[in-house]
């Protein structure tokens, strides 16, 4: 799909100061075993901060008033943990007043990155929502995949394959409950559902938008499944999903640990808040009237409205997070947040260049929390380059699980970092989307966009992305473009 169709934005501007960086060393694998990362008994809790709203760290990029540079706590043993991975969509990397919005409030977030460590250095696997998806939910670069090379995907002609190995089917067949609860965006009916890839439950939308009251899709389509059976609800989209949610960290999973995959649509447009009826008529009169891009809502929405959608989820995310509190399992739940790409028109990205469709840092860094109580501190702040198939890479190794040799991961397990205090390697993160590309190593980043201009920048200094180093750099811009050319060719092709 064309620039501004679904999950496609236009570009914003931002600024810049200097980002302090960490040195990096020694590789960290991806290990079946529990014993790898210290799975056993049950521990006392690690101490969490005191509740409350988070200060506004000055520079987002480096630790705040409240934290610390981060730093494993050795030798804490637990059971494999279930895990929360929340996913909002296309918010922001500056959209949390923890990463520093100065107008939007998050405390619910920020209280959950006093409890844990914030990310400053965080990517999605890709510029829009749907290959995201597919590099969280397999491990890989989009591009390993037929459907991840839709950007997005727009019908039902590519999805998730159901044969290939996922987080949910790979838990699942370590001993995991499985559910995703949300928009799934990886391929529609008949052939593609969550519950053909791994998921025990799936309750969300299939498609990459939807009108928040009345459930219509991109083509007028009714959006809203239980399984794979229409499922009809007519209020206000986050609270539904807020409540299934809520009831199912809430469950007594009969001794099974569990993974539930928690993703969001707000702050995606259309720009419509709880409340907003009046709104919601008027698209949905144009959807029915034939309108292909009422959704968009390209007339509508406001720096004021989105904020109020940005306020909510925060909101929606503090009850689930209070039901997982009040079942007693906060302690050995290991928590994610992330976006699924940068922000779009209303976003705060400053001081980044670009927004989501883009590869400079405004499309695809993003805000990146996690917690674990049993086993991490919390009030630190981490500046590891790190992107979506790293997770899924971890979340494996935490959970005792073997990645499917048929299908080589290219994410890294961070679970040697977060609990045993190993550096990581100094890598390449690479992306690839129609007409840009980009690698990043260490501060280095290597970037083309639809210009066709090679660019390299020294992120340490210029996270906005201005001062272009090629020509006094030339033959590190080489080596790094041969670099993304190498991974490049080991991809499908995009199709004519």
């Known amino acids: 799909m064309s620039a501004g ?13 200097p980002l302090s960086r960490r040195a990096f060393g020694g590789a960290v694998g991806v290990s079946a ?10 521990s006392p809790a690690a101490a969490a901060p005191a509740s409350g709203t988070a200060s506004v760290s000055a520079d987002a990029r480096h630790a705040g008033p409240e934290e610390r540079e981060f730093k494993a706590a050795r030798g804490r043993h637990s059971r494999r943990p279930n895990i929360l991975f929340i996913l909002g969509d296309d918010l922001g990397w500056a959209d949390l007043s923890s990463y520093g919005s100065p107008h939007i409030k998050t405390p619910n977030l920020d209280r959950l990155a006093r409890q844990g460590v914030r990310f400053t250095d965080a990517y999605s696997g890709s510029a829009t929502c749907s290959p995201t998806r597919f590099s969280l939910y397999t491990g890989r670069y989009p591009g390993r995949t037929k459907g991840g090379l839709a950007e997005p995907i727009a019908d039902k002609s590519a999805g998730l394959e159901p044969t290939h190995p996922t987080l ?5 067949e370590s001993g995991y409950a499985t559910a995703l609860i949300g928009k799934w965006h990886a391929g529609y009916l008949p052939d593609y559902s969550p519950t053909r890839s791994g998921w025990d439950e799936f309750f969300g939308n299939f498609g990459g938008a939807l009108e928040y009251y009345s459930k219509l899709g991109l083509g007028g389509e009714y959006d809203l499944y239980e399984g794979d059976a229409e499922y009809k609800d007519l209020r206000y989209y986050t609270r539904i999903i807020t409540e299934r949610a809520s009831e199912y960290v809430s469950r007594d999973h009969h001794g099974k640990p569990w993974l539930l995959n928690l993703n969001f649509t707000t702050p995606h447009w259309p720009w419509i808040a ?5 709104e919601s008529a008027e698209i949905v009169r144009r959807i029915k009237a034939g309108d292909g891009r009422a ?3 390209q007339d509508g929405g406001s720096v004021e409205k989105y904020k109020e959608m940005v306020e909510d989820l925060d909101r929606s995310i503090g009850e689930v997070l209070k039901a997982l509190k009040r079942s007693g399992q906060e302690e050995d739940t290991l928590v994610v947040f992330s976006s699924d790409n940068g922000g779009e028109r209303f976003s705060y990205n400053w001081p980044l260049s670009g927004n989501k469709a883009s590869l400079q840092e405004g499309g695809i860094r993003v805000p990146n929390i996690v917690r674990w109580p049993a086993r991490l501190d919390g009030g630190q702040v981490s500046h590891v380059p790190v992107f979506s198939p790293d997770w899924t890479a971890t979340l494996l190794e935490l959970a005792g699980a073997r990645p499917n040799r048929a299908y080589p991961l290219d994410g890294v397990s961070l679970a040697g970092y977060l609990l045993r205090g190993e550096r990581v390697a100094e890598r390449n993160l690479f992306w690839r989307v129609r007409g840009e590309r980009a690698l990043r190593r260490g501060d280095w980043k290597y970037y083309r966009g639809k210009a066709g201009k090679d660019q390299l920048f020294n992120l340490a200094g210029d996270v906005r992305e201005q001062a272009d180093k090629a020509a006094v750099e030339p033959a590190r811009l080489a080596e790094l473009r041969a670099a993304w050319e190498k991974t490049d060719a080991t991809l499908l092709p995009y199709p004519a």
């Open 295 to 297: 959704l968009w809502h």
């Open 274 to 278: 709880d409340g907003d009826t009046k």
């Open 168 to 172: 949910a089917s790979l838990l699942k």
């Open 33 to 42: 075993a529990a014993a790898a990362v210290g799975l056993g008994a049950a």
């Open 5 to 17: 169709g679904p999950c496609l934005g236009a570009p914003v501007t931002s600024s810049e100061s």
